[in-house]
């Protein structure tokens, strides 16, 4: 069998079956079905003969119709035949690939992936939302995160994943922070919170060998100042002189690197007298 041909199913006597075999070159929900006026009946079987499913009227009229999640590279078989054991006929056998859809919700924040068909793997576009850092989706809006960007992921029906969201890492002056960026793209962002205890002027720089860059924002949201390679190597660099006492700001950091997993720096932030 193929995807969207059709097969002639022709019964000779009564009790006898037609038999098809079909290996996927993916994995995901295909279903089997027929056409016709006859009453038939279907069973899908792998390739040691053991059942996997069967069925009688689930589709139009009185034909039989499978979905079933087949795995890339396994040989299945399809045993086609009239219900009726006293009958002859023919009917047509059809197999098509199920679209199962993936819809992506930003959960409080933006620029999810689009919704998609039967995919393979997670997208690698990660949804952003100030002042948060997205760990990864779930099956539920208040779940853990279980998938990331870049996962296979099989459909066996529809299915919305919801992006969840860390609050940004509370930071001080005069400390350092090791930041691992995990497997997520480098242009996942994530967010310090800093709160000055006394006005004047702050240095951020980050060290390590991969090319990092940080914005600086207060907290409406609003950039005031970003770097990229002032720092050794490709590491940013970056002094601002116009911090507040008590209020809010927020680094946004990202990086450029190819690497989705094993990238790690470090970050300091230091008052400058």
């Known amino acids: 069998m193929s995807i969207g041909s059709s097969k002639?199913?022709?019964?000779?006597?009564?009790?006898?079956?037609r038999y098809y075999t079909y290996t996927p070159s993916s994995t995901g929900a295909y279903t089997?079905?027929?056409?016709?006026?006859?009453?038939?009946?279907?069973?899908?079987y792998n390739s040691s003969g053991t059942q996997l499913a069967s069925n009688d009227d689930g589709g139009s009229e009185r034909n039989f119709s499978i979905t079933y999640t087949l795995t890339s590279g396994?040989?299945?078989?399809?045993?086609?035949?009239?219900?009726?054991?006293?009958?002859?006929?023919?009917?047509?056998?059809?197999?098509?690939?199920s679209a199962y859809t993936l819809t992506y919700s930003a959960n409080g924040g933006s620029n999810?992936?689009?919704?998609?068909?039967?995919?393979?793997?997670?997208?690698?576009?990660?949804?952003?939302?100030?002042?948060?850092?997205?760990?990864?989706?779930?099956?539920?809006?208040?779940?853990?995160?279980?998938?990331?960007?870049?996962?296979?992921?099989?459909?066996?029906?529809?299915?919305?994943?919801?992006?969840?969201?860390?609050?940004?890492?509370?930071?001080?002056?005069g400390y350092s922070y090791t930041l691992t960026w995990g497997s997520f793209p480098g242009d996942n962002r994530v967010y310090y919170k800093f709160?000055?205890?006394?006005?004047?002027?702050?240095?951020?720089?980050?060290?390590?060998?991969y090319d990092t860059k940080v914005a600086l924002l207060n907290s409406s949201g609003t950039q005031l100042a970003s770097d990229d390679d002032s720092g050794s190597?490709?590491?940013?660099?970056?002094?601002?002189?116009?911090?507040i006492a008590g209020n809010t700001y927020y680094f946004?950091?990202?990086?450029?690197?190819?690497a989705t997993s094993g990238v790690q720096f470090k970050v300091d932030i230091d008052a400058i007298d």
Not at 74 to 94: P, R
Not at 124 to 132: A, D, L, N
Not at 195 to 209: E, K, L, M, Q
Not at 234 to 241: A, G, I, M, P, R
């Open 8 to 17: 002639t199913a022709t019964i000779n006597f009564g009790g006898q079956v």
């Open 32 to 44: 089997f079905y027929s056409t016709g006026d006859s009453d038939t009946y279907g069973y899908l």
């Open 74 to 97: 396994t040989q299945y078989y399809l045993a086609a035949k009239i219900y009726n054991s006293s009958n002859t006929g023919s009917f047509y056998v059809y197999l098509e690939r």
């Open 112 to 173: 999810a992936p689009s919704s998609i068909d039967n995919p393979s793997y997670i997208s690698s576009t990660c949804p952003t939302r100030f002042g948060y850092t997205f760990s990864g989706w779930a099956e539920r809006s208040g779940g853990s995160a279980a998938y990331f960007p870049g996962n296979s992921i099989t459909l066996t029906g529809n299915k919305t994943l919801y992006a969840i969201w860390n609050s940004a890492y509370v930071v001080e002056d």
């Open 195 to 209: 709160t000055p205890s006394a006005s004047g002027s702050y240095n951020i720089y980050s060290s390590g060998n």
């Open 233 to 243: 190597g490709y590491n940013f660099d970056l002094t601002y002189n116009n911090f």
């Open 252 to 258: 946004m950091l990202t990086h450029f690197d190819d």
